[in-house]
């Protein structure tokens, strides 16, 4: 059974800084890309940030690119966050999920999800 268990979210202030991890099992952590997505109320979960399965290929929105930094490490079969300059805008429940990045750009639906953690950020 798959397991992909995020951790690292909690309140920031603006323009801080917050690192949000992923520990996946129950799969072969290397035969796939990975994802974060958010939500927001009301709102459809967004992929924001792609990985391929080697780390050589990142893709992310534009919302957030230069600011956010997606990395992993197959040999601890964990995919990382690095959120800089947090908005109040990021404020989400972020999602880990398997995603391969699209050859158009963007993140592929996932197979699998995480439960999501809450980033808050205030103003």
């Known amino acids: 059974q798959v397991h992909l268990v995020e951790s690292g979210g909690g309140m920031v202030q603006a323009g801080g800084t917050l690192r949000l991890s992923c520990l996946a099992s129950?799969?072969?952590?290397?035969?796939?890309?990975m994802a974060w997505f958010r939500q927001t109320p009301g709102n459809e979960r967004q992929g924001i940030a792609c990985i391929s399965w080697d780390g050589l290929l990142t893709d992310y929105v534009d919302s957030v690119k230069g600011r956010f930094t997606i990395s992993r490490d197959n040999a601890k079969n964990t995919v990382s966050l690095l959120m800089d300059n947090v908005q109040p805008e990021d404020t989400a429940m972020y999602y880990c999920?398997?995603?391969?990045?699209?050859?158009?750009?963007?993140?592929?639906?996932?197979?699998?999800w995480g439960q999501g953690t809450q980033v808050t950020v205030s103003s």
């Open positions: 999920a398997t995603s391969s990045i699209e050859a158009r750009g963007g993140c592929a639906s996932p197979d699998y």
């Open positions: 129950g799969l072969k952590f290397d035969d796939y890309g």
